[in-house]
């Protein structure tokens, strides 16, 4: 699972990087109306 908490960015992400290599990947993020 690849916990998103902020930053959306696909292309440069190292944690999403990592998850990749180590198998299927599962994007979980949370809206919080904070961040707006």
């Given amino acids: 699972m690849w916990w998103v908490r902020r930053d959306l ?10 998850a990749a290599d180590a198998g299927v990947v599962l994007p979980v993020f949370v809206l919080d ?3 707006w």
């Fill in 33 to 35: 109306d904070r961040l």
């Fill in 9 to 18: 960015r696909l292309a440069d992400n190292p944690a999403l990087a990592a």
